[in-house]
Nanobody
Framework: VQLQASGGGLVQAGGSLRLSCVASGSISSIKTIRWYRQAPGMQRELVAGITSGGTTNYADSVEGRFTISRDNDKNTVYLQMNSLKPEDTAVYVC?????????????WGQGTQVTVSS
């Protein structure tokens, strides 16, 4: 499984961005796709996740502001980020858990920088 993340940028506080994570390879083996973020000097944080069945979960810090969704026709998972705050500034990375009877493995995409100015 290969992942390509995009959509980051610079936005003012209160603005919006939409991140995309395009998957390729063994698409059918993907169980979940999650977005993580890591700010300088901080630990990596799970932001949101979506299962193959469409179940979603969010970190408390983004609940109600961020929405994760998927477009199966485009093999893409989106992270719609609204009401952005300076503390949302981080490198955002998507990760897929995929596999089968032999095991489930994590596959990571490259990061995309999100910077929110005050």
């Amino acid at each position: 499984v290969q992942l390509q993340a995009s959509g980051g940028g610079l936005v003012q506080a209160g603005g919006s961005l939409r991140l995309s994570c395009v998957a390729s390879g063994s698409i059918s083996s993907i169980k979940t796709i999650r977005w993580y973020r890591q700010a300088p000097g901080m630990q990596r944080e799970l932001v949101a996740g979506i299962t193959s069945g469409g179940t979603t979960n969010y970190a408390d810090s983004v609940e109600g502001r961020f929405t994760i969704s998927r477009d199966n026709d485009k093999n893409t998972v989106y992270l719609q980020m609204n009401s952005l705050k300076p503390e949302d500034t981080a490198v955002y990375v998507c990760c897929a858990s995929a596999g089968g009877w032999s095991g489930i493995y994590d596959y990571w995409g490259q990061g995309t920088q999100v910077t929110v100015s005050s």
